[in-house]
Structure formats: C-alpha cells, structure tokens
C-alpha cells in the first residue's frame, strides 16, 4: 500500500501562483509513476499533469501546459505542482495519484493510489 498526502492548496487571486506537494509513504519501494488531477464542482475528476518515476518524462493537460509544471524528488518521496498564471477555471479539488505504469496514463483507472485532495480557489 501506499499513502498519499497532499498539501499546498488555498484561495489565491487570478494571476497567482500555488505549489502543491504530495508525500507518499509505505511502500514507496516500486518506480510509479505519478500524476495530478483535479475535480471541479459538479464535473468529472479531469488529468491535469504527471511524470515517469525518474522524471525525465512530463505530460500536462492542454489547459495547463505552460503554466503548470510536475516535478519530483524520489528521496524525498514527494511529487510538487507549480501553478502559475492561475485562472478561476483552474478552481478544483487537485489530487494526487501513484501508478504501477511506467508510461503514466491521462486515465483514472490506469492510477492505483489516491490521496484525499487539496482544495484551490482561484478568485477573479
């Protein structure tokens, strides 16, 4: 099993930037890959961005591609979200996921792992 943890959520003003993290814990042994995705009020949980295990490989959502970016540092066994240029359509619960692939999917099923959210409020 794996925890996943995340934190860095919060209201910030159209324009602003947050940084989400993610920690996992437990079995934390195997190369997942790692993604973010996020849910908005009354709409399906959407991809947003996500890496290969080294990191040598990142995929982004066509509605974030320039303003986010994923990173993450496997001794630390964290995965971070850098929003930048953030709009009030960007409003969402942002969730973490671990995958067994080495390829990340942009599908939910394709994720085994969850963390519970963090909520961001982008205000116009």
């Known amino acids: 099993q794996v925890q996943l943890v995340e934190s860095g959520g919060g209201l910030v003003q159209a324009g602003g930037s947050l940084r989400l993290s993610c920690a996992a814990s437990?079995?934390?042994?195997?190369?997942?890959?790692m993604g973010w995705f996020r849910q908005a009020p009354g709409k399906e949980r959407n991809f947003v961005a996500a890496t290969t295990w080294s990191g040598g490989n990142l995929y982004y959502a066509d509605s974030v591609k320039g303003r986010f970016t994923i990173s993450r540092d496997n001794a630390k066994k964290s995965v971070y979200l850098q929003m930048n240029s953030l709009k009030p359509e960007d409003t969402a619960v942002y969730y973490c996921?671990?995958?067994?692939?080495?390829?990340?999917?942009?599908?939910?099923?394709?994720?085994?792992?969850w963390g519970q959210g963090t909520q961001v409020t982008v205000s116009s």
């Open positions: 996921a671990a995958s067994q692939y080495y390829v990340p999917r942009r599908s939910e099923s394709s994720y085994d792992y």
């Open positions: 437990g079995r934390t042994g195997s190369s997942y890959s």
